[in-house]
């Protein structure tokens, strides 16, 4: 699969695809989601309010991600973060109490 965004900030009130190929699986869909909801979370952060709980669940996601202030989530962030989502599907269980309530909120 393969998720695709206008441009690399993600502007999701441009456009977004989400594509199956013909080698896709029962997760697939679940892992391109989780690199949307990972889109989401960021641009829906960017114009909240700063008491928005969305702030939370981005703080929550960048510090499992160990990022520092100001750092870019990557394409290896990405990809860690859609494998986490699908196992947190399947198993139920996040690796964070954080982690599991960003999940949740999707």
Known sequence: ?????????????????????????????????????????????RDAAPDAPIHGYLAEIRAWMNLKEGEAIREQHHELWARTFEAWTREGVAPSPGLATAFRAF
């Open 1 to 45: 699969g393969e998720f695709v965004f206008r441009d690399s900030l993600g502007d999701m009130r441009q456009w977004t695809a989400i594509r199956l190929f013909a080698g896709r699986n029962e997760s697939t869909i679940l892992h391109e989601a989780a690199h949307w909801y990972l889109e989401l979370v960021q641009a829906v952060a």
